[in-house]
């Protein structure tokens, strides 16, 4: 099953995806062209795993980590499918990563890996969108390399566990502008959805609604004002967000030295 969220009518409405229309609970049809899609649940936690494909470490000239190397990105950066991604002024280089996103479905703490898909509700698309300019050795990777409002999209729907089958062997890949850009599979993953979520569910306790994004195959490439991005993931689907520029900055603190 396909479950969404959307807004239309002045409400945020909840239901699943069938035969090209969003049904909602009440059992009210609505059509994808005419409402606003929103992430597929709300979440209090967005965990990322970088480094998470050899290409993508190799890419970026870094050893493939030792441990899984978790990120948390902000639940102020989620848009959903069709929202617009605003590129901060300034910036001399932004990208896409296309990644399989599992959701939790129970809170859940210490599980050992081969119970771990058991706490999956399901499945998205997320696009863990960068700036690398503000990327560097000190700290890796900086809230101000992936954390900006609008760096998540994710959607367009979460796919449940049942419809969507084995996450280990699943392709994704990357357009721009209809190019394709970046193209993985997940049987590439350095450390697996198993093992993410025990080592996860390690350090803090996973609750329903939140993510971890898997990481992302080699491929990146700049992305500009009027550029529009399009996330695949077989099984799930496609997630499209335009790219324009943002507004003006006003905190003056980030400076090189």
């Not at 959607?155 to 993985?184: C, H, K």
Request: net charge negative.
């Amino acid at each position: 099953m396909k479950l969404a969220r959307w807004a239309a009518d002045g409400r945020i409405l909840q239901g699943c995806y069938l035969d090209n229309k969003l049904i909602a609970t009440d059992g009210k049809e609505y059509d994808v062209e005419n409402i606003i899609m929103l992430p597929p649940v709300t979440s209090s936690k967005i965990i990322g795993i970088a480094l998470n494909f050899a290409d993508h470490a190799a890419e970026l000239s870094l050893a493939k980590p030792e441990l899984p190397a978790i990120f948390l990105k902000p639940t102020t950066s989620l848009i959903g499918h069709r929202g617009t991604v605003l590129m901060p002024p300034g910036s001399q280089y932004m990208h896409y990563e296309v990644e399989l996103v599992a959701i939790i479905g129970q809170k859940c703490r210490n599980v050992k890996a081969e119970h771990a898909l058991d706490f999956v509700a399901g499945y998205t698309i997320g696009n863990d969108v960068t700036v690398r300019d503000h990327i560097g050795n000190y700290f890796r990777p900086p809230l101000i390399g992936k954390g900006w409002d609008t760096f998540g999209p994710c959607g367009p729907w979460m796919v449940t566990p049942d419809e969507f089958g084995d996450p280990s062997n699943v392709e994704i890949r990357a357009y721009v502008n209809n190019e394709l850009r970046q193209q993985g599979n997940t049987r590439d993953l350095i450390y697996s959805l198993p093992e993410m979520i025990e080592y996860c569910s390690m350090i803090m306790t996973l609750e329903p609604g939140d993510q971890i994004w898997t990481g992302t195959p080699k491929g990146l490439s700049h992305v500009y004002p009027g550029d529009v991005m399009r996330m695949e993931i077989d099984g799930i689907g496609a997630l499209e967000n335009p790219v324009a520029l943002g507004p003006n900055l006003v905190c003056n603190m980030h400076r090189n030295k």
